[in-house]
């Protein structure tokens, strides 16, 4: 099998390469015009991810993560019984880490703390993005004592992208037969196609302060605005120009 292998690499891959050298060939010796087609549209997201933690300090460390461990058990509780479960959220770290720090006393004597901090940071997906402030507030509630913002996307933007991409082709087609016919020529047929990375610009809220444990017994629903989010694509057409 290996030396099978071996003989349709050494086949194929100068096919491969002839091929685009005579494709390459064509276009250079054939009168030719080259242009990029775009389209773009502006969509509301209709998800947003909360990126949030819980961080106890605690004198000992077996003090520190089992807390910690009760909050992000309390805050799993309270997503699911807001519907939200499985794949939609996620454990982003875990950490237990010594800490120190320097205090006077009222005489005005140094002494050092030493402590613990225990750290669990989560994610989450909340669908529709309305939802999203109210579930931030209940995490406040069970616990969450440090956010570090908000990403906003579209949950399938895959129907939109492809129509996105047959419109950039359209549009590369409709510049190239307007600058060929002006020019008294013919628009021939295509002779590269280079679809170019799709861009989209993601809105992403402002990181929240860290609460510090010091969170109301009822939180008020965080204000939150999706915005709306830039689907683009682009391709690169190069078109023979006929007589």
């Known amino acids: 099998m290996k030396t099978f292998a071996a003989v349709l690499f050494a086949v194929v891959a100068p096919v491969s390469t002839s091929f685009a050298a005579r494709a390459e060939a064509l276009k250079d010796q054939t009168p030719n015009i080259v242009v990029t087609g775009e389209a773009s549209i502006e969509a509301a997201p209709d998800r947003a991810t909360l990126y949030f933690a819980v961080e106890t300090e605690r004198p000992t460390a077996v003090e520190a993560a089992a807390e910690n461990a009760r909050t992000a058990q309390a805050l799993g509780q309270e997503l699911a019984a807001q519907g939200i479960g499985g794949k939609d959220i996620a454990t982003l770290d875990v950490s237990l880490v010594p800490v120190s720090r320097e205090e006077r006393d009222s005489k005005g004597a140094k002494t050092t703390k030493n402590a613990f901090r225990a750290r669990n940071a989560m994610s989450a997906r909340v669908t529709p993005v309305d939802r999203a402030g109210v579930v931030a507030a209940k995490l406040m509630e069970k616990g969450a004592n440090s956010f570090q913002g908000m990403e906003f996307d579209i949950a399938d933007p895959a129907a939109k992208r492809d129509e996105l991409r047959k419109a950039a082709v359209e549009d590369a087609q409709k510049q190239a037969k307007a600058y060929v016919e002006a020019a008294g020529a013919k628009l021939g047929r295509i002779l590269e196609m280079r679809p170019e990375s799709d861009d989209e610009e993601r809105p992403m809220a402002r990181p929240m302060a860290r609460a510090g444990g010091l969170v109301a017994a009822a939180a008020p629903a965080v204000p939150v605005a999706g ?14 120009i006929g007589r």
Not at 227 to 240: E, F, M, P, Q, S
């Open 227 to 240: 915005g709306v989010k830039r689907l683009a694509a682009r391709v690169t057409i190069t078109y023979a």
